[in-house]
């Protein structure tokens, strides 16, 4: 009886044994069997954005009101990242109302960026603002503080009036693109309309 509990005891730990080392092995084919392509893979599914929306129009509301209008080719959200954004590569057209839901303001550029977290839009490559005078803001790159509500730049700037070609360094304004200053001005060029004869 006793020979036999032994015998049985054995045959238990050998199968205990054999088991355990099914499950190394199991373990160890699975943790080998990423390739590096399956890696690459994984790291990149990381980096694909959470939404992505093509030819996009879009309205934000204020009370009830249209604030803003957003029109876009592309848009791409990423917010699984530690620091959440949203792109626009083919670029961004922004229209800002007043509180009659008049154009106030129209921003274009070729490529956008909103930077979630601190509820700043980043503007860059041909950015072109017009305000209600139709006053025209050329410069290269422009930061949208929406907590802020200032609109500002620290590159080079072009403003263009019906009176005169302003260029300089810097710039900040209001939400209306109205009220501004260029931080450092380099030049002041009258504008002479032509009057036909």
């Known amino acids: 009886m006793n020979h ?3 015998h ?17 092995l199991v373990l160890f084919t699975s943790c080998q069997s990423n390739t590096s392509e399956e890696i690459q893979a994984a790291v990149d599914e990381e980096n ?12 934000v509301t204020d009370s009830g009101r249209i604030a803003y209008r957003f029109i876009t080719p592309e848009m791409n959200q990423y917010e699984n990242l530690e620091k959440p954004y949203t ?9 800002i109302y007043n509180q009659q839901e008049e154009i106030d ?14 509820d700043l839009w980043e503007l860059q490559n041909d950015v072109e603002a017009v305000n209600f005078k139709n006053e025209v803001i050329n410069t290269e790159q422009l930061f ?42 380099s030049g002041i060029l009258s504008v002479q309309e032509n009057q036909s004869e």
Do not use: C, M
């Open 4 to 6: 036999r509990f032994k």
């Open 144 to 185: 949208w503080d929406s907590r802020k509500h200032i609109i500002y730049s620290d590159e080079f700037i072009k403003i263009t009036t019906d009176k005169e070609i302003l260029t300089g360094y810097g710039f900040e304004s209001d939400e209306r693109l109205e009220n501004y200053t260029i931080k450092r001005i």
């Open 105 to 118: 303001a129209q921003i274009k550029s070729k490529y956008a960026i909103y930077h979630e977290s601190e």
């Open 87 to 95: 792109e626009f590569p083919e670029g961004l057209h922004l229209i």
């Open 48 to 59: 694909l954005p959470s939404l992505s929306v093509k030819d996009l129009e879009t309205a």
């Open 8 to 24: 049985d005891k054995s045959k238990i730990q050998t199968a205990g044994s054999i088991f355990l080392l099914l499950a190394v």
